[in-house]
């Protein structure tokens, strides 16, 4: 191989020598990815430790859930901005610093004697995070052809839903061995190392990428204009509702209150919970390449939309009926991440109802619209689990309520002992604080019926023959 080969063929300093679709592509991408994978991760951290967090932090589910939302608070706006800053800046320098905020935020989270400390580390992780699936796919962009675009979107979130499995059964027997403020500091430590990695391996952008993007320069009018005209179509608002609703089993559910609440309504231990809260993750991973497969084949977008409301609404009906033998409870989470990973294709849609200009504007609102209601959706149920533990807490003032499960007198005393504990919380509790999700679910199936089918292709603004945008996804 003469030198002149060899330049092209291996990454090196001088990025503007490196070629788009060479193996080195791959590398780039993939360190990427893993920072999505370990962002996917410590954000579901949470839902693993959440009982030892209320305990030492001395907080009532209200409050823990509160400040384990601050994750998604600051998440969500980060997500308006991110891509006009991957446009401006690159990915070496974004993802690196991501990736090491990330760390320092699993450190003092891991450090943390405070709720406030605590809230305030989530928020860092959420700062962090945001760059996370963003910029896996913003380097695809850089390095890959764009016939290679929707494959690489979708092979990125397979991997963040390979964090999401680790992040709950492996984490919670990581958490019983060494407990959980060593873990999450090993995890600061991880995400540290991988920013330092990132910064080393990812190149600046080639010179011949930064050409392309300056000669489209004209055609940019501005963040926040950008913004203003893609929140002006109402379209935008009920694709990001139903969005949000469909993936509420994950944002929700496999992030923060799933296992407390399987523990609860159908008597299982925390091992036996987090395994079956991690096969909504498998039913993604499994449905996120069967539907976009399909919806492409068919040229449809609505009826799939239809069937994760659909599923989604039916399973998690089924999943409040406690005492459900435990391959039941198996099988209706893996059929709800099935059928709700179908949430994957409206942020194609939510791209082809808009001008193909403001196609990242657009994926930015909704995802900040599915963010949004996952942030106050978890500080709901929290609050609503605080009304109703203070129902049938000995000595409460609140006129008790019947209870005819885990009526267990080592439950009441604990409920006697700390009111506010998740001790004290029965089966029907969860029952009434998770009952919104269906109704939600309800909504936005009847919500589905006003947004229009684009058949795969952009109705503004349609593309030349022959072409296709890419699919983009969480």
Known sequence: MDRTTQKHALPNPKTGELQRGGWYSWCFWGIVAIFYL??????????????????????????????????????????????WLFDRFGTKYLVSSASIICGVGCLVFALSNSLGMAAGARGLIG?????????????????????????????????????????QLPMNLLVEDFGWRKVVMWTGFLGGALGVLIFLVIPKRPSWFSASVARHES?????????????GNRQIWLIGFVSAVIYLPL??????????????????????????????????????????????????RRPFI????????????ILLIPGLPY??????????????????????MAMEV?????????????????????????????WILNWRSGMHVPGSTIPMHPRSIHPSTQHIAAAAKDPDSFASLQAIDY??????????????????????????????????????APMALH
């Open 127 to 167: 700062i962090g995070s945001a760059f996370a699936f963003v910029g896996a796919v913003y380097v695809a962009t850089v390095w890959f052809p764009p016939r290679r675009l929707a494959l690489i979107a979708g092979m990125t979130t397979s991997v963040g839903m390979i964090g999401e499995v680790t992040g």
């Open 219 to 231: 055609d940019n009018i501005g963040l926040w204009k950008s913004i203003a005209c893609v929140l």
């Open 354 to 382: 808009n001008p193909r200009r403001f196609g990242a504007t657009s994926v930015a609102i909704c995802n900040f619209l599915v963010m949004l209601m996952a942030a106050g959706l978890q500080v709901c149920i929290g």
């Open 251 to 300: 944002s929700v559910l496999a992030a923060l209150w799933g296992t407390s609440s399987l523990e609860t309504l159908d008597s299982l231990n925390s091992n036996q919970a987090n395994l079956a809260i991690s096969m909504l993750a498998i039913g993604w991973l499994v449905g996120c390449p069967l539907v976009g497969l399909l919806s492409d084949r068919f040229k449809r």
């Open 38 to 83: 370990y962002e996917f991760f410590v954000r579901v951290t949470p839902n693993v430790i959440l009982p030892q967090l209320s305990e030492e932090l001395k907080s009532d589910p209200g409050t823990i859930g509160s400040a384990m939302s601050v994750y998604l608070w600051v998440y969500a706006p980060t997500q308006l901005v991110v891509g």
């Open 431 to 468: 029952q009434w604080a998770l009952a919104c999700i269906p109704i939600l679910f309800l909504l936005a199936t009847l919500l589905t019926f006003f947004i229009r089918e684009t058949r795969g292709v952009n109705i503004v603004d349609p593309l030349p023959e022959g072409e296709n």
């Open 306 to 317: 239809l069937i994760g409301c659909l599923g989604g609404m039916g399973t998690m009906i």
């Open 327 to 348: 391959w039941a409870l198996i099988g209706m989470l893996f059929l709800s991440g099935l059928a709700t990973s179908s949430q994957a294709i409206t942020f194609a």
